[in-house]
């Protein structure tokens, strides 16, 4: 298994002062920052875009930005988000009339690709693109909205998702988004997980490396 990554999802962080939360968590030991995207369509919300990620990148971040699309359609804002600064572009396929299409979108245009899979989303939208994958992200809630608890049923499908990538060979990152917390982080990488979104768990502390330091030495009880 690849060295654990915890992804702070900015969706919980301070709004009108990003660049310096964001940088305040990557001081903490964050080590990729997860950015929401909805667009109040695709899920009942509406955050932010690619003139976002943009001023992050002028501000000076320098971490990955792990871009999430809940958008409906995917493809046109893809390159955008390129130009932008993304390091990695996930989408739910229910989104995408094209899939393959879509993921040759965001490779060609210089990023890792993901496919993300809400809690009923099945499985099969892998059969045929397993070779085009970076990322899979499992959400272990409905989309749309930070602070909901994480959905039990979450771990069986990382278990199952954990065997088809061993199965598969690829090089592709198993990411979980929701509820994630310090109390059942060691749960959900025992069940495959390798990367970690938790936006209210640490933005809603006041001291960011405590939470990411206690999440890394309940990570370590797995790795060792
Ligand atoms: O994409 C989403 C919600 O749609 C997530 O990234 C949440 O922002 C995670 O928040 P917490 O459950 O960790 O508070």
Same mark, same amino acid.
């Given at each position: 298994?690849?060295?654990?990554?915890?992804?702070?999802?900015?969706?919980?962080?301070?709004?009108?002062?990003?660049?310096?939360?964001?940088?305040?968590?990557?001081? %903490?030991?964050?080590?990729?920052?997860?950015?929401? &995207? =909805? $667009?109040?369509?695709? @899920?009942?919300? +509406?955050?932010?875009?690619?003139?976002?990620?943009?001023?992050?990148?002028?501000?000076?971040?320098?971490?990955?930005?792990?871009?999430?699309?809940?958008?409906?359609?995917?493809?046109?804002?893809?390159?955008?988000?390129?130009?932008?600064?993304?390091?990695?572009?996930?989408?739910?396929?229910?989104?995408?009339?094209?899939?393959?299409?879509?993921?040759?979108?965001?490779?060609?245009?210089?990023?890792?690709?993901?496919?993300?899979?809400?809690? %009923?989303?099945?499985?099969?939208?892998?059969?045929? &693109? =397993? $070779?085009?994958?970076? @990322?899979?992200? +499992?959400?272990?809630?409905?989309?749309?909205?930070?602070?909901?608890?994480?959905?039990?049923?979450?771990?069986?499908?990382?278990?199952?998702?954990?065997?088809?990538?061993?199965?598969?060979?690829?090089?592709?990152?198993?990411?979980?988004?929701?509820?994630?917390?310090?109390?059942?982080?060691?749960?959900?990488?025992?069940?495959?997980?390798?990367?970690?979104?938790?936006?209210?768990?640490?933005?809603?502390?006041?001291?960011?490396?405590?939470?990411?330091?206690?999440?890394?030495?309940?990570?370590?009880?797995?790795?060792?």
């Amino acid at each position: 298994m690849r060295p654990f990554l915890i992804a702070p999802s900015i969706l919980s962080a301070d709004f009108a002062r990003l660049g310096e939360d964001v940088d305040a968590v990557l001081n %903490a030991g964050a080590d990729v920052v997860h950015f929401d &995207v =909805m $667009d109040n369509h695709y @899920v009942p919300n +509406l955050t932010i875009g690619p003139m976002v990620c943009q001023a992050l990148r002028d501000y000076g971040v320098t971490a990955d930005i792990d871009v999430h699309l809940m958008v409906k359609p995917v493809d046109r804002i893809i390159p955008d988000f390129a130009k932008a600064g993304a390091s990695i572009i996930t989408f739910h396929p229910e989104a995408s009339e094209h899939l393959d299409r879509s993921l040759q979108l965001i490779k060609e245009s210089g990023c890792k690709a993901g496919l993300v899979f809400n809690p %009923a989303t099945p499985l099969h939208y892998l059969d045929h &693109v =397993m $070779d085009k994958l970076d @990322v899979i992200l +499992l959400m272990s809630v409905n989309p749309g909205f930070g602070g909901q608890s994480f959905i039990p049923s979450t771990l069986d499908k990382l278990r199952q998702v954990r065997k088809l990538i061993d199965d598969s060979g690829y090089d592709i990152r198993l990411e979980v988004d929701g509820g994630v917390k310090v109390d059942n982080i060691a749960e959900i990488a025992a069940a495959g997980a390798d990367m970690f979104v938790a936006g209210s768990a640490i933005f809603n502390k006041p001291d960011y490396k405590a939470v990411i330091d206690e999440m890394r030495s309940e990570l370590a009880s797995i790795e060792s």
